[in-house]
């Protein structure tokens, strides 16, 4: 396992996560992942660590409220969230993890604008 660190552009929330050698990571069309660029990897509650900036985070939530997009309300970056599909992990945004070397990383396309219809591929990965 990797111990990951990362989070937002300015810096004020930071995040570490546990990672294996490989992953694979979602990359979702519904609108606003393809709006923000969003990569998703799907963690369990124990790999995740909020280090710093739970006071800078803004909740935004929209369609069913049941997913919790997590903001820095300074610099405005996403770099993890409470997904509707894994209410009880971390989605982290892999664009705001630095990766060591030695992670392999495979990239799945995901139907979300049809998510009710796609969401069974995120339970077999």
């Given at each position: ?45 124990d ?27 300074f ?38 604008r ?12």
């Amino acid at each position: 396992m990797h111990r990951c660190s990362g989070g937002c552009h300015c810096g004020r929330v930071k995040i570490a996560v546990e990672l294996p050698d490989e992953i694979v990571v979602h990359r979702c069309n519904c609108s606003i992942c393809r709006k923000s660029g969003y990569l998703h990897l799907i963690v369990a509650a124990d790999q995740f660590s909020l280090l710093e900036g739970e006071t800078e985070l803004v909740d935004y939530r929209f369609h069913t409220g049941v997913a919790r997009h997590l903001f820095c309300g300074f610099c405005g970056i996403k770099s993890f969230y409470i997904p509707r599909s894994h209410p009880d992990s971390f989605s982290i945004n892999l664009n705001c993890i630095d990766l060591p070397e030695g992670v392999d990383v495979t990239i799945k396309e995901f139907n979300g604008r049809n998510w009710s219809e796609s969401r069974g591929q995120l339970s077999s990965d």
